[in-house]
């Protein structure tokens, strides 16, 4: 298994940016994929976007294409979710989970079996 701790979330100003980490540890020499979710108070869970193992492929939804960029560094075992232009429909807990398989576009969760504690996001109006 895949353990998984992200950090980097807080309070920000709308139009601010945040860089959220996901560390990985344990199974870290196989290779998976990140993905990251988000959760607003009374909300289903959404996909925001995932990165492959080698880092060559990445996909955001639409939502927050432009604004929010995804990267890795192997080396270190973390994944990054860098924020931009954040807007106040941006608040949410965000996820990172791990996946042993990556299909671009694929937004569901049934295939990430490893999940992180989640970090707050709050962007202010």
């Known amino acids: 298994q895949v353990q998984l701790v992200e950090s980097g979330g807080g309070l920000v100003q709308a139009g601010g940016s945040l860089r959220l980490s996901c560390a990985a540890s344990?199974?870290?020499?196989?290779?998976?994929?990140i993905g990251w979710f988000r959760q607003a108070p009374g909300k289903e869970r959404e996909f925001v976007g995932a990165i492959n193992w080698g880092g060559d492929s990445t996909y955001v939804i639409d939502s927050v294409k432009g604004r929010f960029t995804i990267s890795r560094d192997n080396a270190k075992n973390t994944v990054d979710l860098q924020m931009n232009s954040l807007k106040p429909e941006d608040t949410a807990v965000y996820y990172c989970?791990?996946?042993?398989?990556?299909?671009?576009?694929?937004?569901?969760?049934?295939?990430?079996?490893?999940w992180g504690q989640g970090t707050q996001v709050t962007v202010a109006s």
């Open positions: 989970a791990a996946s042993f398989s990556y299909i671009y576009g694929r937004t569901s969760d049934d295939t990430y079996n490893n």
């Open positions: 344990g199974r870290t020499n196989t290779s998976y994929s």
